[in-house]
T-cell receptor, first 113, second 115 residues
């Protein structure tokens, strides 16, 4: 069956370091991959989208990579700040199924001052 | 713009009771979605609507019904609530211009407890 997995354990890092979150998938060939941020008690907020033919995408301190051979996406936050503390969700899009997404369970990131 | 709004924010039901969760968006989006989020499970799609007047089942539709009242509003109904439906429910919308790249905009969620 199709499966998406993110780091199940919370990631704790020091302010100023780079945070790297992982999204792995199996039995699936996504056309696009999206990353969302979710703060406690709130709905997810879109951050970045990367297409299958793109290796890397950047937005300010955020960088996403997409390796269709490894079936993996990495999400990096450089120069992390306590305000980056949140849960980060990856979501895979399906071919020919409109906007229906499959979400991973999310990774909680905590950035300590 | 308010974006995506949901009511109520919190709700406690007894087993067997019914209720409707309301969702509205003011972004003129074509597609709307209902998800549930449970600890360790991620977001799971319950139902979605690609356009006004159309709805389709997602991954976990059992025990739910939906209505796309107009382009703005998409409601989720629990006819006979069960404890297994205790969850946080999110409504989302996307422009959906026919591509698969549309990002989704989420509401603040409804926290539902079924006793």
């Amino acid at each position: 069956s199709q499966k998406i997995e993110q780091n199940s354990e919370a990631l704790n890092i020091q302010e100023g370091k780079t945070a790297t979150l992982t999204c792995n998938y199996t039995n699936y060939s996504p056309a696009y991959l999206q990353w969302y941020r979710q703060d406690p008690g709130r709905g997810p907020v879109f951050l970045l989208l990367i297409r299958e033919n793109e290796k890397e995408k950047r937005k300010e301190r955020l960088k996403v990579t997409f390796d269709t051979t490894l079936k993996q996406s990495l999400f990096h936050i450089t120069a992390s700040q306590p305000a980056d503390s949140a849960t980060y969700l990856c979501a895979l899009d399906r071919y020919n199924q409109g906007g229906k997404l499959i979400f991973g369970q999310g990774t909680e990131l905590s950035v300590k001052p | 713009n308010a974006g995506v709004t949901q009511t109520p924010k919190f709700q406690v039901l007894k087993t067997g009771q019914s209720m409707t969760l309301q969702c509205a968006q003011d972004m003129n989006h074509n597609s709307m979605y209902w998800y549930r989020q449970d600890p360790g499970m991620g977001l799971r799609l319950i139902y979605y609507s690609a356009s006004e007047g159309t709805t389709d089942k997602g991954e976990v539709p059992n025990g739910y019904n939906v209505s796309r009242l107009n382009k703005r509003e998409f409601s989720l109904r629990l006819e006979s609530a069960a404890p297994s439906q205790t969850s946080v429910y999110f409504c989302a919308s996307s422009e959906d211009r026919g591509y698969s790249t549309d990002t989704q905009y989420f509401g603040p969620g409804t926290r539902l407890t079924v006793l």
